[in-house]
T-cell receptor, first 109, second 115 residues
Framework: AQRVTQPEKLLSVFKGAPVELKCNYS??????LFWYVQYSRQRLQLLLR??SRESIKGFTADLNKGETSFHLKKPFAQEEDSAMYYCALFNQAGTALIFGKGTTLSVSS | DTAVSQTPKYLVTQMGNDKSIKCEQNLGHDTMYWYKQDSKKFLKIMFSYNNKELIINETVPNRFSPKSPDKAHLNLHINSLELGDSAVYFCASSQRGRGVGTEAFFGQGTRLTVV
């Protein structure tokens, strides 16, 4: 079964602290994984995808096939990073994105 | 020049009414979707269309009927609205396939409130 698990509903950190948002997946074969971000009452925006190996807004994510994980990391959190973060993967047929339940990141000063 | 646009942004209506949400994309994508975001912020796929053909129809009441007049449009019509239909509905589009350039782009959402 294809599934995305984000174990943390809420992650609260102080400004300047490191951040790691966890994501685990279940998938047969080579998954395509994404992180989307939703700022308050806005549309979902693509943050990054694993095949691009980019760093966006200081965030990185590495696909670990052995642990079936795609955790999102940032070394120093900023208040403007406060948002809802969704991990997602394309289903086997490539016809829909399957989302995790999301993690709310709250960064306070 | 918004990539994926939905109308209306807000929709407040009474139980039992019929309403429609429109979605348009100007990205030239061949696949469009409707997602429902509930009060707990869970995002769930409702429908997926590829080249105007329905390819995913998740467990959604048949009061919900999507219509794709062309590749750039995917509208959602809801009959006999119920309180439980209150949610934010997101339209999205992508280019089917794998690899760079196939990521999904989302509309700004339609916040539906049924009273």
């Amino acid at each position: 079964a294809q599934r995305v698990t984000q174990p943390e509903k809420l992650l609260s950190v102080f400004k300047g602290a490191p951040v790691e948002l966890k994501c685990n997946y279940s998938y047969s074969g080579s998954p395509e994984l994404f992180w989307y971000v939703q700022y308050s009452r806005q549309r979902l925006q693509l943050l990054l995808r694993h095949i691009s190996r980019e760093s966006i807004k200081g965030f990185t994510a590495d696909l670990n096939k052995g642990e079936t994980s795609f955790h999102l990391k940032k070394p120093f959190a900023q208040e403007e990073d406060s948002a809802m973060y969704y991990c997602a993967l394309f289903n086997q047929a490539g016809t829909a994105l399957i989302f995790g339940k999301g993690t709310t990141l709250s960064v306070s000063s | 020049d918004t990539a994926v646009s939905q109308t209306p942004k807000y929709l407040v209506t009474q139980m039992g009414n019929d309403k429609s949400i429109k979605c348009e994309q100007n990205l030239g994508h061949d696949t469009m979707y409707w997602y429902k975001q509930d009060s707990k912020k869970f995002l769930k796929i409702m429908f997926s269309y590829n080249n105007k053909e329905l390819i995913i129809n998740e467990t959604v009441p048949n009061r919900f009927s999507p219509k794709s007049p062309d590749k750039a449009h995917l509208n959602l019509h809801i009959n006999s609205l119920e309180l439980g239909d209150s949610a934010v509905y997101f339209c999205a589009s992508s280019q089917r396939g794998r690899g760079v350039g196939t990521e999904a782009f989302f509309g700004q959402g339609t916040r539906l409130t049924v009273v």
